[in-house]
């Protein structure tokens, strides 16, 4: 599947989160861009260079025990997550949403989506909200990487 790189761009935390609350399936994947992505079909594990099945990307559905807590709250948890990736995997790397269908897991234990169905570009502005949603939490969590920028 070939994708364009001109995707519409989601410009606020509040218009991702009402795409999230109309569809299921949805992912966020971190990358230069579907059109690079959907060339090379599938993700490879840094650590070994081996292909999987598939490409990683991470969950924007709302899981049921989450129940009625804010899904807005939900959305920029799964943004702010993995907003160290930008910084860790150089120029170039930037959030879009897809629809996949997962078909296996990675190392991390990320869902590996086939079927990718580019959606949206995340603009920069987002991830600042998500940061901004977090830090308001009372009891705020840091990103999955831990370690220094």
């Not at 260079?49 to 807590?69: H, Q, T």
């Not at 169905?117 to 009372?138: F, M, S, T, Y």
Request: glycine residues 10%; aromatic residues 8%; contains cysteine.
């Amino acid at each position: 599947m070939e994708a364009p790189d001109d995707l519409p761009v989601v410009g606020t935390l509040a218009e991702l989160t009402a795409l999230v609350e109309r569809d299921r399936g949805l992912y966020v994947r971190w990358s230069r861009g579907p059109a690079a992505d959907l060339r090379a079909v599938s993700s490879t594990d840094d650590l070994t260079g081996v292909a999987m099945p598939g490409l990683s990307a991470n969950p924007l559905d709302v899981e049921k025990w989450w129940r009625d807590r804010p899904v807005e709250l939900w959305v920029a948890r799964r943004l702010y997550d993995y907003g160290h990736l930008p910084w860790e995997k150089g120029p170039g790397i930037r959030p879009w949403a897809l629809k996949g269908r997962e078909v296996a897991r990675g190392p991390d234990n990320e869902p590996l989506v086939t079927d990718v169905r580019p959606l949206c570009w995340i603009d920069e502005g987002v991830i600042g909200e998500a940061q901004k949603e977090v830090a308001r939490q009372k009891n705020p969590w840091g990103p999955l990487r831990r370690t220094g920028r």
